[in-house]
C-alpha cells in the first residue's frame, strides 16, 4: 500500500487524459469557450469557481454582453459570475441553480471536473478546461426526483441560445431506445449539434443487463444471449458522444498521522446531506490529537473504555453486515467522537459501509491499512494509546487502477449502432460540491465532464486553426477524440487483449493526441456524426468488409506521414458450467459469457489485400492534404460461433522518419454474427431448461412467492398444475415476464391447443395510443420482471371456454428494422370439475385415530385438503390423504382442493357439528339499525368457490318475510331493502349456501332493525 503526500502531480485522472499536457504544450486551458452543464445546479459562489486573468481577457460572455443576449430568451434568467455567467433552474422555474439542502451535489460536482479553478496543492480542485465559463443549466429540482423531459429539453436550448461549445449530460436512462420520436431529447441534441455544439453524455452504470445474485446457474450471462448491453438514452444519439468509465489511478482519501510520520488514509462515508455532518474529516479537529482505541466489532458496551470521550474508536469487522448502525449506536453512547472501521476479508477497501448518519461518524479504511494501524496500537505498553492527528488530504493506489469501471455500461443499443464511443476517469473522482466543499463520486457522470472539458480544450485548437463554430467542427473534434483514444487492454488477460469495443468504445481519452493529430480516419460513406467508429450491425456470412478514409490534414509541416496498420479481430470469450437446470438431479451443461474478450482464431483480415493481425502489419504512406482508402475484408472461420459479437479495432501506429510527428490512431468496429432477431427477447418459461432466471411464469393472486405449477419443495414444475377454475374464488391468472432485451412491441393473447385464437388481451397500447415498449431489466437495480393481462378463463365474446388445455402467448417484437417476432406459450389448464374424495377411513391408532380417503382429480391433480373433524379444522400437508387426531371422529366433512382451485365437500357421520365457515369464508351486513327504503343493508360474503346464495330475511316468530337468490357466484353483494309495508321491529337475516356438489351450510343469523320514516 502506498500512500503519498497530495501534490498537483498526482492529480491522477488529468495526467490520465493528457490534460496537463495539453497547459503546458499549448497554452489552453478552454479560455473563451462555454461549457454547459445540464444537471442538478452549480454552486457559483463556491471558491474553486473561479476565471484567471488570461481567461477573463477572453470570456465569451462578459455581464454587459450577456445583458443584451438576455433579452433573446423567454425566461428571466440573471446573471451570476464570471465562472458561471448564467443559467435556469428549469425544474423549480427561478434563477436559483445553486442546489438547495435537499438539492444533489451531482451538477457541481461535474462542474468542477470540467472547468474549476482551484489548488489541488492546497486540496481544491482544477478541472480539465479551468478556462471554461460554465452554464447551469438545472434540470433537477431541489425537492428531489429526476428531470423531466420537458426540462431538459429547455436546458439543451437555452443552452445552445447562449452559445454554448459543449453540453455534458451525466443523466440519463439504462438501456435507451435510439429513436428520437419515442425520446424527443435526442432530436434536441441532434439540433444542438446542427448549430455547432457537441454534446457530451454518460453512458450509464448499470454493467450489463442480466448482472445479478439470484441463483449461482445465472451469475453470468448466458452466451446463447450476448444482448447485454444497458448503454444509456440520451447518449445512445448518434450525435452525442457517449462516455464509458475507467478508474482513476489513485484514491483522493483523508487521513491520520502521530508524531512519527505514521499515516492512516480513511475515506469518508459522503453518502448523506451535508446536513447530516457525518463525515469524519469534518468532525475532527485539526490541531488536535485524538486517542485511537480499540474495540473489536465495537458491538458491546464492555468493548470500549469506561468514562472515556472524544476518543476515535477502531473497529474490525469480521463478518459482512447489512448495517453497521448497532456498532455506531454503541460507539456513540460509549463517548467515541468517531469510528475507523476496517473491512472484513470480502469488502472491498475503503468500501461505502452500511451505516446511518445519526450515530456516530464513521470513515472505512483499507483492510493493509487497518492491519498496520493494530500492529501499531498492539506495540504500545500496556494502557496507554495511539495519539493521531487529523492531517487532512491525502492519495492512495486506487486498488482497482488500470481497468474499466465495473459498473460501466455495455454497449450496444438494441440498434447494433456503436455505443459507448469513449472511455475516460470515472471512478473515484475527487470534484466540489456545494459549500466550498469536496467530495469522491463514481460514475459514467464523473467520466463524461472528462470529456467534455477535454472536448474543449480540442475546439479551443480547432478555433484557433480558423475552424468555426459549426456542425462540422463539433463531429470532428468528437471523431478526433475518438480516433486518438488508448485502447485499453484487459489486464484479466494479462493486457494481452483489449476490453470489448462495447465496454470501452474506442478507448481512454488523450487530449493532447487530438490536438496533435495530422491525420483523421473516418467510416467511409457514413454520416459525420457516426464516422468515428464502424457499425457492421449483422453480419450474415462468414466474410464482411468496410472502408475507411484516411485524411491528413493540409497544414502539416511535413512531406510525407508513414503508418503501420494492424486489426484486432475479437468476440466475446466464454465458458462452459454445470449446473442442475432444471432440479432433475442431473447436471446440465452450460455455455456463459466471461464478460472478457478474446481474439477470434482463425479468423483472417487483410487491410488492402493484404493479410494483417494485431502484430503483423501493412504500411500506409500519405502526404499532406492527401486521402486514402483502407479496405479492410474479414475472414471468419466457419467454426466460429454463430450469433455472437465480432469486433475489434483498425489500429494505425505511425512509423518511419516522421513518426514523432504523429500519434497512434484507433477506428472500432462492431458487428454481430449471425442474426440479431434470434436470441431470445424474453426469457424462456420457468420450467424450460434454458430459463435464465425462472421469471416468466403464470401467477394468480394467491401465487405471491412461486407461480403457478411450481413445487418449492422439489424445485420442479408440474404443467398440469398451472390451471384455473371458473369456479375459484380469484378471478384469473396473469403472466410476468423478464424482458432480456428491447422490445419495439409486446402483444399478448390466448390460444387454444390447435392455435385457434380464443382471445386477443392486448399490445399495452392503451397506455400511450401505441405499443408500449419494454425495456431489458436491469437486474442488479432489482429490475427483474414485468405483469401483464389478466385472463378471466372467458373467450372474446365474454363466454367462459370450456375445460381443457389453452396456451398464454406472449408474442414479442424486437427494437431492430425488420425484425421477426418471438412466441413464448405458456399453458394453462382450465379445470371446472372438483375432485372427488372416496374410501374415508377411520382407524385407531394408540390411542389416537388415523383418517385417510383417497383424493382424486380429472385434469389438475389433488392438491391438497382441510378436514374438519367434529367441527375442527385440521389442515392436510400438500398432496397427503391421511392425518391423525386425538378426538375420535363422530362427524367429518373433508373438504379436497385440486391446482385450478376447485373444491368438493364430502360428508362422512354426523352433520351437526357443520359451521358456516365450511363453505364460506365472511360475511357481513351493515348497517344493522334503522333500515328503510332510504337506508337499506349491505350484504357482502365470500365463499371459497362459486355456490348458490339464498338470502332469507325472518321475522321474531322465524317466519321468512323476504327471501332472495344469486346462482353460481363465489362473492355475494347485494342489498336488502325492506318493503315499505314492512313493520318496523326486529328481523334476522342470514344466507343459506348450497355448493355445486350439495354440501349445504346456514350463516349465523344477523339481527337488524327497521324503522320505517
Not at 187 to 201: C, D, F, M, N, S
Not at 225 to 248: H, Q, R
Amino acid at each position: 500500500m502506498s500512500i503519498l503526500p497530495f501534490q498537483e502531480n498526482m492529480a491522477a485522472s488529468k495526467e490520465l487524459v493528457q490534460a496537463q499536457k495539453v497547459w503546458e504544450q499549448y497554452g489552453y486551458k478552454g479560455e473563451g469557450l462555454v461549457v454547459a452543464v445540464v444537471d442538478s445546479g452549480i454552486d457559483y459562489t463556491h471558491k474553486d469557481m473561479t476565471l484567471s486573468d488570461a481567461a477573463k481577457a477572453k470570456e465569451k460572455w462578459t455581464q454587459d454582453k450577456i445583458n443584451q443576449k438576455f433579452a433573446e430568451t423567454d425566461v428571466n434568467e440573471i446573471w451570476y459570475s464570471d465562472k458561471v455567467p448564467t443559467g435556469y433552474d428549469w425544474a423549480d422555474k427561478d434563477t436559483n441553480v445553486i442546489p438547495g439542502t435537499k438539492g444533489s451535489p451531482h451538477g457541481t460536482h461535474v462542474a468542477g471536473t470540467i472547468g474549476a479553478n482551484g489548488d489541488d496543492t492546497k486540496g481544491g480542485v482544477e478541472g480539465i478546461a479551468p478556462g471554461v465559463q460554465l452554464l447551469a443549466e438545472k434540470v433537477f429540482s431541489d425537492n428531489g426526483g429526476g428531470a423531466y423531459e420537458d426540462d431538459i429539453i429547455a436546458g439543451i436550448e437555452h443552452a445552445v441560445t447562449m452559445g454554448a461549445d459543449v453540453i455534458n449530460m451525466s443523466l440519463g436512462v439504462d438501456a435507451g431506445y435510439v429513436d428520437e420520436e419515442f425520446d424527443p431529447i435526442q432530436k434536441t441534441i441532434r439540433v444542438a449539434t446542427e448549430q455547432g455544439t457537441l454534446v457530451v453524455a454518460a453512458a450509464g452504470n448499470s454493467a450489463y443487463s442480466t448482472k445479478n445474485n439470484i441463483t449461482l446457474s445465472s451469475l453470468k450471462p448466458y452466451a446463447e444471449n450476448p444482448d447485454i448491453g444497458t448503454v444509456g438514452a440520451p447518449g445512445v444519439s448518434p450525435y452525442a458522444l457517449s462516455v464509458a468509465s475507467y478508474e482513476n489511478t489513485k484514491l483522493h482519501l483523508n487521513a491520520l498521522a502521530d508524531a512519527s510520520g505514521f499515516s492512516v488514509p480513511f475515506k469518508d462515508q459522503t453518502q448523506f446531506p451535508a446536513s447530516y455532518n457525518f463525515k469524519v474529516s469534518k468532525v475532527l479537529s485539526p490541531d488536535e490529537p485524538y486517542d485511537l482505541v480499540y474495540v473489536g466489532e465495537g458491538k458491546n458496551a464492555s468493548d470500549y473504555p469506561k468514562g472515556k470521550t472524544d476518543y476515535i474508536a477502531v473497529v474490525k469487522l469480521l463478518n459482512s453486515y447489512s448495517t453497521v448502525s448497532s456498532i455506531q449506536w454503541e460507539a456513540k453512547r460509549a463517548g467515541a467522537k468517531a469510528i475507523i472501521m476496517i473491512p472484513p476479508a470480502n469488502w472491498s477497501d475503503y468500501t461505502t459501509l452500511p451505516v446511518t448518519p445519526t450515530a456516530a461518524p464513521t470513515a472505512s479504511t483499507s483492510k493493509a491499512a487497518g492491519e498496520a494501524l493494530l500492529s501499531k496500537m498492539g506495540s504500545l505498553p500496556s494502557g496507554e494509546y495511539l495519539s493521531m492527528k487529523y492531517t487532512g488530504d491525502t492519495w492512495a493506489e486506487n486498488p482497482a487502477k488500470d481497468t474499466m469501471s465495473y459498473f460501466s455500461s455495455f454497449g450496444s443499443p438494441s440498434t447494433l449502432d456503436f455505443k459507448p464511443e469513449i472511455s475516460a476517469p470515472g471512478g473515484n473522482i475527487y470534484s466540489t460540491i456545494p459549500g466550498n466543499d469536496y467530495e469522491v463520486m463514481s460514475g459514467t457522470s464523473m467520466a463524461a465532464p472528462h470529456v467534455a472539458g477535454g472536448s474543449a480544450l480540442l475546439l479551443q485548437a480547432l478555433y484557433e486553426k480558423g475552424l468555426s463554430h459549426s456542425k462540422k467542427t463539433a463531429l470532428k473534434a468528437k471523431i478526433a477524440l475518438m480516433n486518438t483514444a488508448q485502447v485499453v487492454e484487459d489486464p484479466r488477460t494479462n493486457n494481452k487483449v483489449p476490453y470489448s469495443p462495447r465496454v470501452q468504445g474506442s478507448g481512454l481519452m488523450q487530449i493532447q493526441n487530438a490536438i496533435k493529430t495530422p491525420v483523421i480516419v473516418t467510416s467511409k460513406d457514413t454520416p459525420l456524426e457516426q464516422a468515428g467508429a464502424v457499425a457492421l450491425k449483422e453480419i450474415k456470412g462468414n466474410h464482411t468488409h468496410f472502408e475507411l478514409n484516411v485524411e491528413a490534414l493540409k497544414n502539416v509541416d511535413v512531406k510525407e506521414l508513414e503508418y503501420t496498420v494492424y486489426v484486432d479481430v475479437l468476440t466475446d470469450e466464454t465458458e462452459t458450467k454445470e449446473f442442475d437446470l432444471d432440479n432433475d438431479g442431473t447436471l446440465d451443461s452450460k455455455e456463459y459469457l466471461t464478460l472478457t474478450s478474446k481474439r477470434a482464431q482463425g479468423a483472417t483480415s487483410l487491410v488492402n489485400g493484404k493479410v494483417v493481425t494485431h502484430t503483423q502489419g501493412t504500411k500506409i504512406k500519405i502526404k499532406p492534404g492527401q486521402e486514402k482508402e483502407l479496405d479492410v475484408k474479414l475472414l471468419l472461420p466457419r467454426n466460429l460461433k454463430k450469433d455472437a459479437f465480432v469486433e475489434g479495432y483498425v489500429r494505425l501506429v505511425p512509423t518511419g522518419e516522421n513518426s514523432n510527428a504523429a500519434v497512434p490512431l484507433t477506428v472500432p468496429y462492431m458487428g454481430f454474427y449471425g442474426k440479431w432477431d434470434e436470441p431470445r427477447n424474453i426469457d424462456a418459461p420457468a420450467w424450460e431448461k434454458d430459463a435464465f432466471v425462472g421469471y416468466t411464469a403464470l401467477w394468480d393472486e394467491n401465487s405471491e412467492r412461486y407461480p403457478l405449477g411450481y413445487n418449492p419443495y422439489t424445485g420442479r414444475f408440474s404443467l398440469n398444475h398451472i390451471a384455473f377454475s371458473k369456479n375459484y374464488i380469484l378471478d384469473g391468472i396473469y403472466p410476468s415476464f423478464q424482458a432480456l432485451r428491447n422490445l419495439d412491441k409486446t402483444e399478448m393473447y390466448i390460444e387454444d391447443q390447435s392455435g385457434n385464437l380464443i382471445k386477443n388481451l392486448g399490445d399495452f397500447s392503451e397506455y400511450t395510443g401505441i405499443p408500449w415498449k419494454f425495456r431489458k431489466n436491469i437486474m442488479s437495480y432489482g429490475d427483474t420482471k414485468y405483469d401483464g393481462y389478466k385472463w378471466d378463463m372467458k373467450d372474446s365474446s365474454g363466454q367462459y371456454v370450456p375445460d381443457g388445455v389453452y396456451q398464454y402467448v406472449i408474442k414479442t417484437t424486437l427494437d431492430f428494422p425488420n425484425a421477426k417476432p418471438q412466441i413464448v406459450k405458456m399453458p394453462i389448464t382450465v379445470d371446472s370439475v372438483a375432485p372427488t374424495v372416496s374410501d374415508i377411513n377411520v382407524t385407531p391408532k394408540d390411542g389416537k385415530y388415523e383418517i385417510t380417503f383417497n383424493a382424486e382429480d380429472n385434469a389438475s391433480d389433488f392438491n391438497s385438503a382441510v378436514v374438519y373433524v367434529n367441527g375442527q379444522y385440521h389442515e392436510v400437508p400438500l398432496e397427503q390423504k391421511s392425518l391423525t387426531v386425538n378426538t375420535e371422529p363422530k362427524g367429518m366433512v373433508i373438504l379436497a382442493v385440486d391446482y385450478a382451485g376447485n373444491i368438493s365437500w364430502t360428508t362422512w357421520g354426523d352433520q351437526s357439528y357443520n359451521k358456516q365457515n365450511m363453505a364460506i369464508q365472511t360475511i357481513g351486513i351493515t348497517p344493522t339499525a334503522g333500515l328503510n327504503q332510504t337506508k337499506p343493508a349491505s350484504i357482502s360474503a365470500w365463499a371459497y368457490n362459486r355456490v348458490d346464495w339464498t338470502i332469507n330475511v325472518r321475522n321474531a316468530s322465524g317466519q321468512i318475510v323476504d327471501s332472495s337468490t344469486v346462482k353460481n357466484e363465489h362473492a355475494l353483494k347485494t342489498k336488502w331493502t325492506p318493503d315499505k309495508d314492512l313493520p318496523s321491529g326486529t328481523y334476522t337475516i342470514s344466507a343459506d349456501v348450497e355448493t355445486k356438489d350439495g354440501f349445504k351450510v346456514t350463516t349465523t343469523p344477523k339481527q337488524v332493525t327497521v324503522l320505517q320514516q
